[in-house]
């Protein structure tokens, strides 16, 4: 599986937006790019994914660039809940998923 | 959908003892993952199933480490002969057809 390489740490103030980057250079065609969040104490929790369009849900929006070798989570109101490490990874063969050292959000009252 | 269940969520053991760990994943779900993860590191891959098949395993499951999914429902991470650097956080995760991977809780585990 592609190798992805995210921020370690980045800070947003509370009801603000957070962009949340990743470089996946080495992405294949149909490789999908997936983003899970880990609170803790607790397992990975799904956040989002897609292919090659952009990707909206109840918790956030994924925008995946052009080539496909960038992609950003995008939280629209960081709450303080949404204080955990996010993971960017890159789901090729689906037999080995490969987690990354993520970023780690802080949100700021 | 109950979610993914592991058992227990702690297990402390003596170095040298052999422990097992159980994770009922969602009962619709064919593919089923273990990781390993330690304080600050972000999971690491250990082992996929698809139905009963262990299709992958990673260099890092030493031949200490066995697991199993009969009947391809649970699954069964057995350690023998633990070290201390087997201390970590043990995750299961489930997967049916829509992608999304399903963890559970995790079993902590600590090796004295």
């Known amino acids: 599986d592609a190798k992805t390489t995210q921020p370690n740490s980045m800070e947003s103030n509370e009801e603000e937006p957070v962009h949340l980057p990743c470089n996946h250079s080495?992405?294949?065609?149909?490789?999908?790019i997936h983003w899970y969040r880990q609170l803790p104490s607790q397992g990975p929790e799904y956040v989002i994914h897609?292919?090659?369009s952009n990707v909206n849900n109840r918790m956030a929006s994924l925008a995946i660039a052009e080539d496909r070798k960038s992609s950003t989570l995008i939280l629209h109101r960081a709450t303080l809940r949404d204080a955990a490490v996010y993971y960017c990874?890159?789901?090729?063969?689906?037999?080995?998923?490969?987690f990354g050292s993520g970023t780690q959000l802080t949100v700021l009252p | 959908d109950t979610g993914v269940s592991q058992n227990p969520r702690h297990k402390i053991t003596k170095r040298g003892q052999n422990v097992t760990f159980r994770c009922d994943p969602i009962?619709?779900?064919?593919?089923l993952y273990w990781y390993r993860q330690t304080l600050g590191q972000g999971p690491e891959f250990l082992t996929y199933?698809?139905?009963?098949?262990?299709?992958?395993k990673s260099r890092l499951l030493s031949d200490r480490f066995s697991a199993e999914r009969p009947k391809g429902s649970f699954s069964t991470l057995e350690i023998q002969r633990t070290e201390q650097g087997d201390s970590a956080m043990y995750l299961c995760?489930?997967?049916?057809?829509?992608?999304?991977?399903?963890f559970g809780s995790g079993t902590q585990l600590s090796v004295l």
């Open positions: 995760a489930s997967r049916g057809f829509n992608e999304k991977l399903f």
């Open positions: 080495t992405i294949s065609g149909t490789d999908y």
């Open positions: 897609g292919l090659t």
């Open positions: 990874i890159i789901d090729g063969s689906a037999r080995q998923l490969t």
């Open positions: 009962s619709e779900h064919n593919r």
């Open positions: 199933f698809q139905n009963e098949a262990q299709l992958e």
